[in-house]
């Protein structure tokens, strides 16, 4: 019987869903065991799961959905004013390299690596409010500031001195008028 590329991935479709179906019941359940309550997506290509937690636990996290037969492709993590991550991992069957990030990206999001956002935006910093990343080549970090001059001479430091990043680079800014001032949305982009 001569099988047909629709022939193959009907079959592949077939068997295959099954299999991710369970892998996502069993990542929720590992990942509501650690951090509680797991808001999950089912995207046409890919998976999300959203939570919060410590940003210690990050790589935990990521490691539990890069399992079972999904990978990890994004991840973004916001500060909380109650000084928790605000997480969302995207993962699909694709493979991919991230996983050899997981360790790196963990240790630049913690706290004192970078300036997270607590509160209201001080003077004499720029803070993070989310960083974000494919696992690719490069990183984004978002954030507000006060002084545009800041990102250069206290944020830009602050991610060399990481040792994890470099060529930090000033994407965009846009100002708002705030009770706080006027402040800066910024982008930078930075390579691993």
């Known amino acids: 019987m001569k099988r047909t590329p629709a022939y193959l991935l009907a079959i592949a479709i077939v068997v295959l869903t099954p299999m991710i179906t369970c892998a996502n019941e069993v990542i929720l359940a590992n990942l509501s065991d650690k951090f509680g309550q797991i808001s999950h997506r089912n995207l046409e290509s890919s998976h999300e799961f959203v939570f919060s937690g410590e940003f210690t636990d990050i790589e935990h996290a990521l490691n539990l959905v890069n399992s079972n037969d ?10 909380r004013d109650d000084g928790k991550a605000a997480i969302v991992i995207k993962a699909s069957s694709a493979r991919n390299q991230a996983s050899k990030r997981f360790a790196t990206f963990s240790n630049i999001i913690k706290p004192g690596m970078i ?3 607590k509160g209201e935006v001080p003077e004499n910093m720029a803070v993070v409010t989310t960083i974000e990343t494919d696992f690719a080549n490069s990183i ?4 507000l500031t006060l002084k545009s001059s800041l990102i250069f001479s206290h944020l830009f430091p602050m991610i060399e001195r990481s040792g994890e990043l470099r060529d930090p680079f000033f994407s965009r800014g846009t100002y708002s008028d705030t009770g706080s001032g006027r402040v800066m949305d ?3 982009l930075c390579q691993w």
Do not use: E
């Not at 990890?72 to 500060?79: F, G, I």
């Not at 984004?140 to 954030?143: F, R």
């Open 140 to 143: 984004t970090l978002h954030g």
């Open 186 to 188: 910024f982008t930078v």
């Open 115 to 117: 300036s997270w956002k």
């Open 70 to 79: 999904l990978f990890v492709q994004s991840v973004s993590v916001s500060a």
